[in-house]
């Protein structure tokens, strides 16, 4: 995570960072925490992974190692495939998304046995057979590979990078006297500080996101910790490669020539992560393993690490095996009483999930994005956007926690909320800071949007009843992310083409009116045989049969396209369209207004200028609009921020916009999912923070926040309401596009049952119109005393039919 604090770090020099070797442990762990506070927030991280001890040979003779064996003490001097695999499956089952290939450096240069058997299996070298290890583990439970195979030529890391995400090669120390007689590292060829850096450097050129770090205690001094810390961080300043530095504490094991050796202090030790912290700036992440220090957790977080690096749930440390890992709970609960919030990361950190093609091989992509969140660590949900799956607990409890009732939240995050609950702009890192919020910053944010809506609108909650009237299906265009379209290649996702005739439009128009709706929704394709006078036409078809009802219609890509096709101006087109009974734009097509993102979503829709051109348009000539968002596919926070701020600039110049409305992306039957190439939608907290947020970056501009029961569910609809949100949109009647992506919350939820729900929720349910207006008490009877839930008839059309000019009036 990262900040603007974070961003605007001056990075230690080399003189200042030798004058940390006398400075007290205490001054130095406060700031460190403080620096890591301001890159990472309130985040520790750790990966869920199964341990693989691929070979426990190895040439070197570290004398502080047992994980080296000889091939007398082993079975084999290998894991089969098999084995590999039946490990990795049983990491699978828990949940677990990391393979870590632990093994000794090239023992067949120095055991008969290891080459021996590498003949026998059919491979030449020892990372040969790593390569097939780890293209098995991958292929058949979906565990990511993470590989420490030692020293690696060029050509070794190019072949892993393509079955591997990350790798690693710990640096330990880079002073040379530790490989001198009598000392940890003599007689151990792959030790030597010059090998192991150069290492380091081949993996920056050729794009490894790439874990090192020292160990301490092995003789060396403070100063060749500093040295080697130094020597890392100047690897990482040019290649930007180093993921991770472990600062692991030496712990003496019986059996070796270091049995004897004392091991290093817990003070040593924090004096060494602060250092590192110090060294290596707010955003670096520092890790330590909790299996080292198990009784110093709460210190070592206060020392500024903000990671625990692997931990397993089935297979030990077997660099360490006296050591077992902490049960992932006692390590969350460790965690919180340090006043920080344990999440889960993938093997590749945020920074390079965000960045995926320019550091991972793309074999790994469609995974790591399946994977991940908005920001890079891990997927953990099993609740999707649109499903029946019932939220996670731990979120919903965060989302109802009492105000103080948790961990004090970090001042930055106080701060950003006064700045909003004030009513003034947020700046893109703001809001980036905010969508991060995890554990009691997360229910701060949440409780301090509830307050601004209670403020704005009081106990309300309002809903609209309307029906949605998707008129045909048929589209030119190629949204990656759209399931309802029909056109070239969209054959097989749910539904068949179609393109409803004008007397069918009136049909369903009258239906709605005489069930109480006072507003038809209207959106479709674009369909390649309509023009400007199409749009008009549906226009005065619905205003010929029910000259009340309220035509809220036409996104801001059918504004477009129908001003082009008739070579009119944007304005003169809206206001042929207004003449005609048009009332209001809903403010889709927007998805996010970021162009880098657009080119992949929505390669030939409007682009976002082109997108703001048309709602300040609209609202210009009188017409006003809702504003939306789609989240949750391939975009990250800063986008998220870049749209918010967008919409907050747009209606501070207009005033147009009526609502703010989030669209969690409901990925089941997405084409952009299904090639792979996006994420499962927002998670949980994801979703409930962009109400939140929303509510707070948009505020006092936009006054109502909208969230959708279609893809929220019921309980999710609860805690929006209870996170900045006022508003439930409409009653629909008919959902199309939602469901053509695989949602399954149903097609309409009558004004009753809405108004229901609200009362056992405390809340005062409100009807109202598409402004925001009192609706005639007879309509808002009408609507209670609907008939059950009706089934739209949809015509099965051939492609491109033309429309019937004749109207009938009803």
């Known amino acids: 995570m990262q900040n603007s604090n974070s961003r605007m770090h001056t990075p230690l020099s080399e003189s200042a960072a030798y004058d940390l070797i006398n400075q007290p442990i205490s001054s130095l762990c406060k700031t460190a925490a403080q620096l890591r506070d301001a890159g990472h927030g309130e985040v520790v991280s750790y990966s869920r992974k199964v341990f693989i001890p691929l070979t426990q040979l190895c040439r070197d003779v570290c004398h502080y190692c047992t994980f080296a064996q000889t091939p007398r003490k082993m079975p084999a001097p290998y894991l089969s495939i098999q084995q590999v695999v039946d490990i990795a499956r049983q990491g699978a089952k828990t949940n677990c998304k990391e393979a870590l290939f632990t093994l000794g450096d090239k023992p067949e240069l120095r055991y008969r046995a290891a080459r021996e058997a590498l003949d026998e299996m059919g491979y030449d070298s020892t990372i040969s057979y790593l390569i097939a290890a780890c293209k098995a583990v991958y292929e058949e439970t979906g565990l990511i590979p993470h590989v420490n195979p030692g020293l690696l030529t060029r050509e070794d890391l190019l072949q892993l990078r393509t079955v591997s995400a990350s790798q690693g090669i710990m640096l330990e120390n880079v002073s040379p006297r530790l490989c001198e007689p009598g000392q940890a590292h003599y007689g151990s060829p792959d030790k030597h500080p010059e090998a192991r850096l150069e290492t380091l450097r081949l993996a920056g050129e050729t794009r490894v996101p790439f874990t090192s770090g020292i160990l301490i205690g092995i003789g060396e001094t403070r100063r060749e910790r500093i040295d080697s810390l130094l020597a890392l961080r100047k690897l990482d300043q040019e290649f930007g490669h180093i993921q991770e530095i472990i600062v692991q504490n030496f712990r003496p094991k019986p059996g070796t020539l270091m049995a004897n050796a004392e091991a290093p202090s817990l003070e040593e030790h924090l004096w060494t992560i602060a250092a590192a912290r110090l060294i290596f700036g707010p955003d670096a992440n520092i890790q330590a393993p909790p299996n080292l220090q198990p009784e110093g957790l709460k210190q070592l977080i206060d020392a500024g690490i903000n990671d625990w690096g692997g931990v397993s749930p089935i297979t030990p440390d077997h660099v360490n095996p006296e050591a077992p890992w902490p049960h992932l709970e006692a390590l969350s609960v460790a965690t919180e009483k340090a006043g920080k919030v344990l999440a889960e990361r993938l093997t590749v950190y945020p920074k390079y999930v965000r960045e995926l093609a320019d550091w991972v091989d793309p074999g790994f992509h469609t995974r790591i994005l399946q994977l991940s969140d908005g920001h890079g660590l891990a997927y953990t949900d099993a609740w999707t956007a649109g499903s029946q799956t019932p939220p996670p607990e731990k979120i919903v409890r965060q989302a109802k926690q009492a105000p103080g009732s948790g961990p004090a939240v970090h001042s930055e995050i106080s701060a950003i909320l006064s700045r909003a609950q004030a009513g003034r702009t947020l700046t893109e890192r703001h809001i980036e800071r905010l969508f991060q919020a995890h554990g009691s910053a997360f229910s701060t944010i949440c409780q301090a949007a509830d307050d601004v809506r209670r403020h704005v609108n009081g106990n309300d909650v309002t ?113 042929m369209l207004k003449e005609s009974g048009l009332s209001t734009l809903p403010g889709t097509a927007a998805e996010i207004l970021d162009d880098d993102i657009r080119k992949i979503i929505c390669v030939d829709k409007v682009t976002t200028k082109q997108w703001m051109q048309v709602m300040r348009s609209a609202h210009q000539v009188g017409l006003k609009s809702t504003s939306t968002i789609m989240f949750g596919h391939i975009e990250g926070y800063k986008h998220w921020a870049r749209h918010l701020l967008l919409l907050r600039e747009l209606q501070m110049e207009t005033g147009g916009i009526t609502e703010f409305v989030p669209l969690p992306f409901v990925h089941m039957e997405s084409p952009i999912y299904r090639k792979g190439r996006a994420r499962k939608g927002p998670t949980f907290r994801e979703a409930i923070l962009m109400h939140a947020v929303g509510r707070l970056a948009l505020h006092p501009h936009i006054p109502n926040i909208q969230a959708s029961w279609v893809k929220m569910g019921v309980t999710g609809v609860e805690l929006c309401l209870n996170a900045g949100a006022n508003d439930m949109g409409g009653t629909l009647m008919n959902e199309t596009i939602s469901r053509s992506a695989g949602a399954s919350h149903g097609q309409e939820m009558t004004a009753p049952t809405l108004e229901s729900l609200l009362i056992s929720m405390g809340r005062t349910p409100r009807q109202r119109s598409t402004a925001y207006g009192t609706v005639p008490e007879h309509l808002q009877q009408r609507a209670r005393e609907a008939k059950p839930p009706i089934q739209a008839i949809v015509p099965l059309m051939r492609k491109h039919a033309k429309r019937p000019r004749e109207v009938a009036h009803v």
């Open 463 to 575: 809903f609209v009843v309307n029906r949605n009237i998707n008129y045909t299906n048929i589209c030119g265009y190629r949204c990656q992310f759209c399931a309802f379209a029909k056109g070239k290649g969209a054959e097989d996702l749910r539904g068949k083409p179609y393109d409803l005739p004008l007397e069918e439009i009136q049909r369903r128009v009258l239906e709605a009116w005489e069930r109480g709706a006072t507003e038809v929704c209207m959106q479709g394709g674009i369909h390649p045989s309509y023009t400007g006078e199409t749009y008009k036409e549906i226009c005065e078809t619905v205003k010929a049969v029910v000259p009340e009802m309220h035509i809220h219609a036409f996104s801001p890509l059918e504004i477009w396209q129908g001003a082009e096709t008739l070579n009119m101006p944007l304005k003169d087109y809206l206001l």
